[in-house]
């Protein structure tokens, strides 16, 4: 019997990647107004470099243990008050940078006003972007009796950001984010930290997430049950067999009482 339910926090009750994505093209599209680059072109190279920049990174491994992104880096603070955050907190000006300015000079544009006017563009856009999914606070309301925990993958503060933003921390008792531990979904010492917090055993406890790999195939390794948000209708990999795959939140109201 299912006693308390932990809940993934990015694209499960926060729109994400679509955030994320929608302001990469508001800061590219003051490239296309100065210069008349295409916003989507733009931003496939932007995120590229991304990618390539952020293996030289100082704290690159750390960064993917607890499942930092360089998307999110390229407007999370790194403000954490550990020695990694830290380390980070000195290189990330000039990641930045260079990622957008080398996006211009790929584009033939020797621009880096524009490119430091994009960078902090992006941050702000993704700042105001982040929302709820339409049914999640109605979802979390008829939850309200059930302990409820958030685990969830980046830095605190970046994390407890989004949440305190979209106004969710009042729904948990429990918020358990990787660079707590140092080490992210789906490893199992992330949801053991939230089981104890909530004082169940991972039998009565139902993980609740978009991630097959990160929140299913964790939780299942961690002897919870486990329901898959699929809103996209992904296929799920050989394996990996949830109690039950849900496309909306709605479901899960009159879902957990029977598993």
Known sequence: MVKAVLFDLDDTLILEEKATEEAFLAAASLAYRRYGLSPEKLL????????????TAPAYRWCQQVGISPREALWADFA???????????WIPDFRRRCWQEALRKSGIEDLSLAEEMATCYR???????RLFPEVRPVL????????????????????????????????????????????KPAPEIFRLALSALSVSPREACMVGNSWLNDISGALKTGMKAVWVNRDGEKLPSGVKPQAIISSLKELPELLPVL
């Open 141 to 184: 309301k008829r939850l309200s009796s059930w302990p409820l925990a958030m685990v969830t993958n980046g830095l605190r503060r970046h994390q407890c950001e989004k949440i305190n933003q979209a106004g969710l921390a009042r729904f948990f008792s429990v918020v358990v984010v990787s660079s707590d531990l140092g080490r992210g």
């Open 44 to 55: 496939k190279t932007i995120q590229g470099l991304a990618e390539d920049f952020w293996k």
């Open 80 to 90: 954490d008050e550990i020695p990694e955050a830290r380390i980070m907190q000195s």
């Open 124 to 130: 702000k856009e993704c700042r105001q972007r982040h």
